[in-house]
């Protein structure tokens, strides 16, 4: 493993585990979920893998930043939460530049992390 996932996958388990406002949780908790594999697992608006990116457009109206994918072409289709209370989280749908590959959410900054952070 290189020095720099090393690295990542310390912090995310540190971020993970506690905030700097507070001791750490009896438990840790999920700073992220990752979707990889077509199946029944939907948001909340119904969105999941395989729908187009019109779709997920449709779905979130006004909500969606839409970015080149780091590695491969496609796109990131970042969304943002409606409620203020939310505005440290997103959820990024990953796309061939038609479909939906995989998907996540969770909190900044984790779910930004291209690679993961497992």
């Not at 720099?4 to 949780?25: F, G, I, L």
């Not at 729908?51 to 839409?66: C, M, N, Q, S, W």
């Not at 203020?84 to 749908?93: A, N």
Request: proline residues 8%; positive net charge; aromatic residues 6%.
């Amino acid at each position: 493993m290189r020095g720099k996932e090393m690295s990542r996958q310390r912090k995310c388990a540190r971020s993970c585990a506690s905030s700097p406002n507070r001791a750490p949780p009896a438990r840790p908790l999920i700073a992220r979920l990752d979707v990889r594999h077509q199946g029944t697992v939907r948001t909340a608006e119904g969105a999941g893998i395989g729908d187009t990116e019109e779709r997920i457009h449709a779905l979130y109206p006004g909500r969606v930043e839409v970015q080149p994918q780091k590695y491969v072409s496609g796109h990131y289709l970042i969304v943002t939460p409606e409620a203020p209370v939310d505005s440290q989280y997103r959820m990024i749908f990953e796309t061939d530049g038609r479909r939906v590959t995989s998907y996540r959410t969770g909190r900044l900054p984790e779910v930004r992390w291209v690679e993961g952070c497992s």
